[in-house]
């Protein structure tokens, strides 16, 4: 069995990508917990907008972490993400999922205006607010996320319920 | 600026891709059976504290969307 792969360390991936400029919005296990529902998550997930120069910049801070393609720990390249849905790349700083934003309101606009902002010394960035987080979970739909829902209800009461396409039409 | 749609996996449609995709991700998180329990200890507490410090850096960033 191959070693596991570092714990992620949401700081230092958030750093890097600030340091390349590039637009993300922290979802996924880390912004459950930032919503205060605190639970384990070992892997770090940004949201990016679908832009070729924004990409780019992704890729240039994937690889000051020592980023590699996870699935063939390939050198990164752009066709890697350039055109695709998700990328998953192993780094020091722990697995990082890269996923392009979906269709209103999951695109990347609407979650970054909604975003809570995580300010660490010298180090701020976005986080996916409530009603982002209950969308890509009950996009999702699998154990792990009804049991972040039925966790965040227990905290905030009736959840937002945003209708999204294909789901609630 | 939305996907284009045929660019994203969050819609509905790819049950599939998001299984293979877990799938991955739990087969390499997966620890070694003879992993000493202190070394996951250690790394189960390196998380909690890694949440602590968010959920602070959240409270700091002043607590609520941006919207």
Partial sequence: MAAVPPEPKLDEAAAAFIDAGA???????????????????????F???DDPENDRRVLEALRKLDGVR???????????????AHLRALTGAGIIDIVRGGLPPLDFD??????????????????AGLRSVVGFKRLAGRP??????????EIYGELPNDPLPGLDD | MAARGKKTLLEPGHDAEWAKLNREKRRAL????????????????????????LLRAVERGGGSSRA
């Fill in chain 2, 30 to 53: 997966t620890p070694a059976p003879d992993t000493p329990i202190g070394q996951l200890l250690r790394r189960g507490q390196d998380l909690s504290a890694q949440a602590i410090g």
């Fill in chain 1, 47 to 49: 949201l990016v907008p």
């Fill in chain 1, 70 to 84: 996870m699935r063939d720990e390939a050198p990164l390249r752009d066709e890697h993400l350039a055109d695709q």
């Fill in chain 1, 110 to 127: 609407t979650v970054s205006g909604e975003a809570m902002n995580a300010a660490y010394d010298g180090l701020e960035f976005p986080v």
């Fill in chain 1, 144 to 153: 792990r996320d009804r049991n972040d829902l039925i966790g965040l209800e």
């Fill in chain 1, 23 to 45: 637009r993300f919005v922290v979802i996924g296990g880390f912004a459950v917990i930032a919503n205060r529902f605190v639970r384990a998550t070992e892997d770090v997930d």
